[in-house]
């Protein structure tokens, strides 16, 4: 099966300054790759999905790039803020497959 | 638009205790699924659905058993309560083939305790 990594498992920023999280997958034939943020207490919610057709992918702060060779995508946010701090999960999984294979998180705290 | 609900939001049980998690929709989602998050673990696919009358096992289905006999209910149940079933419950839905996105809306969790 798929067996997804995610590093760091922690991650500290200063308010205004990027974070970087990345994932690498085993599977080549995952080719959707979601990102969540999961706030305390509550369920995880998509942020950003990238598909292997595309290579980088965009929504105002945050970003997706994916290296299908390599097999490793990212998330990029950019001018961070104090609501940016929760845990971030990536995953993969092939199209229309239910079955998501999940990092095991990062948990990203914003510095004032 | 509720979206997905999950109850209860805690429980805790004794060793060999019965239960049953539930779970519904109201997008009119073809694929359910649910999932437990352990610490360091991320989230692990306990058993899903594609649709009213089919479910599969997931990564970790041992001691858990699914039905889902409507579109908008897939209820989890677990028989005999171990320790190790300590977690947090997540539901998730998404339209399945019957859509243009793969999205997932998940619940909000039900924490439960095994003692």
């Known amino acids: 099966g798929e067996n997804v990594e995610q590093h760091p498992s922690t991650l500290s920023v200063q308010e205004g300054d990027s974070a970087v999280i990345k994932c690498t997958y085993s599977d080549s034939a995952s080719n959707y790759f979601p990102w969540y943020k999961q706030e305390l207490g509550k369920g995880p919610q998509l942020i950003i999905d990238?598909?292997?057709?595309?290579g980088e992918k965009k929504d105002q702060r945050i970003a997706v790039t994916l290296n299908k060779t390599a097999k490793h995508f990212s998330l990029h946010i950019t001018e961070t803020q104090p609501e940016d701090s929760a845990v971030y999960f990536c995953a993969a999984s092939q199209n229309h497959d239910y079955k998501l294979s999940f990092g095991a998180g990062t948990t990203v705290t914003v510095r004032a | 638009n509720a979206g997905v609900t999950q109850t209860p939001k805690f429980q805790v049980l004794k060793t060999g205790q019965s239960m049953t998690l539930q779970c519904a929709q109201d997008?009119?989602?073809?694929?359910m699924s649910w999932y437990r998050q352990d610490p360091g673990m991320g989230l692990r696919l306990i058993h899903y659905s594609v649709g009213a009358g089919i479910t599969d096992q997931g990564e970790v289905p041992n001691g858990y058993n699914v039905s889902r006999s409507t579109t908008e209910d897939f209820p989890l149940r677990l028989l005999s309560a171990a320790p190790s079933q300590t977690s947090v419950y997540f539901c998730?839905?998404?339209?399945?083939?019957?859509?243009?996105?793969?999205?997932?809306?998940f619940g909000p969790g039900t924490r439960l305790t095994v003692l």
């Open positions: 997008m009119n989602h073809e694929y």
């Open positions: 998730a839905s998404s339209y399945g083939t019957s859509g243009n996105t793969d999205t997932q809306y």
């Open positions: 990238i598909r292997s057709n595309v």
